[in-house]
């Protein structure tokens, strides 16, 4: 079996002195991995690994240490940094339209039970680090002028029922909200990018901000890092940062609208075969990036049973002779619509 080899082994091999050369010719290498071989290649360009969500340096609190350390860890140079990030990735949910009024809301967890999140009715586009709160994993608010999301809950159940949860986005993406609303989880086995970083399952509606949305969410983030609520709009998390969190959205809006495109064009999609997804998932696995499907027989991938393409206007028929694959007109459809047409034409005059 071919092995995967991630960014993070690469690392492990030089810091024991090995040489990338020798990794094996047939080795699937994750994106990340080929970056870093990349870098290698080039001697000048040594890039430090990603920060750790926290510097050291910060004393860390929790829940219940006193008033003034809280505040002190709040107004942090390190804190500051992961506001700023807020604001950031708020700023670019606002711009790609994938949060409209007031909605949206985004949260870093911080320290053992506690974590920083956006603020209530304010638009994401316009955030400034000073608008961020901090709160307790309950959602009680322990520092911040502005009052805290009101759908801080789902957050802080996620990041309670999934150790590895480090950030959290919640949106309203138009075209994955579609499928959210059509109580619909994508089809798969189409892009790449989707399969490896994402593993979407659907939550049931209930009202925003009750225990029991984040609840229902909770459920399903052991096996999956983005969910869709129906009527509402995705949550996302990600054990690395919050543009992570943040790229989930963007890859499933991505996909949701690629799917639609292509079953507007009248043909079956041409999917991936379960030995191809199979190596996505191996990269995925490496990852650290959940998925129900790791451990599947190949012949249980790829299962698209739900997947109806809601509308196409060809009317089914034999492929043209001419080879390129345009659709012959049925003379049995031409007929009845022919048909239908006279009577209604009959019953106008
Ligand atoms: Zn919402």
């Known amino acids: 079996m071919k092995s995967v080899i991630s960014a993070k082994d ?4 030089l810091r024991k002195g090995g040489d990338p050369g020798s990794l094996p010719a047939d080795a699937i290498l994750t994106p990340s991995a080929r970056d870093r071989l990349r870098e290698l290649e080039s001697p000048n360009s040594h890039k430090p690994s990603a920060p750790a969500a926290l510097s050291p ?10 008033k003034a350390e809280i505040e002190a860890f709040f107004n942090s140079p390190a804190i500051h940094a992961l506001k700023e990030q807020l604001c950031d990735v708020g700023r670019r949910l606002w711009q790609r339209e994938y949060v409209d009024g007031n909605g949206g809301n985004i949260a870093i967890r911080v320290g053992e039970d506690i974590a920083l999140c956006t603020p209530t009715l304010v638009s994401k586009g316009f955030m400034k680090p000073a608008d961020m709160c901090l709160v307790d994993l309950s959602g009680n608010q322990l520092a911040g002028t502005n009052k805290r999301t009101s759908e801080i ?6 990041m309670k029922r999934q150790p590895r949860a480090v950030a959290t986005c919640h949106c309203h993406p138009p075209y994955s909200t579609g499928f959210a609303v059509a109580g619909l989880v994508p089809p798969t086995c189409m892009i790449p990018e989707f399969e490896v970083f994402a593993s979407v399952a659907i939550a049931p509606y209930r009202t925003p901000g009750t225990p029991e949305m984040g609840q229902l969410v909770a459920e399903l983030v052991d096996k999956h890092n983005t969910i869709l609520m129906a009527n509402h709009g995705v949550v996302s998390w990600s054990h690395n940062n919050v543009e992570d969190a943040y790229f989930k959205m963007e890859i499933l809006e ?6 639609l495109v292509t079953a507007q064009l009248g043909r079956p999609a041409q999917t991936m075969t379960p030995p191809q997804l199979q190596d996505l998932l191996k990269i995925k696995q490496s990852l650290g990036i959940p998925d129900p499907r790791h451990g599947l027989k190949e012949c249980e991938l790829c299962d698209n049973n739900e997947w109806r393409p809601g509308v196409t206007c060809a009317v089914p028929g034999a492929v043209n ?4 694959g345009t659709l012959a007109p049925d003379s049995e459809a031409e007929a009845l619509v022919q048909a239908i047409t006279e009577q209604i034409l009959a019953r106008s005059k």
């Open 10 to 13: 690469i690392e492990e091999l």
């Open 57 to 66: 340096v910060v004393k860390p609190v929790h829940s219940k240490s006193p």
């Open 153 to 158: 809950l789902m957050h802080l159940e996620i």
């Open 254 to 259: 991505a996909y949701c609208r690629t799917v």
């Open 321 to 324: 002779g001419n080879g390129n």
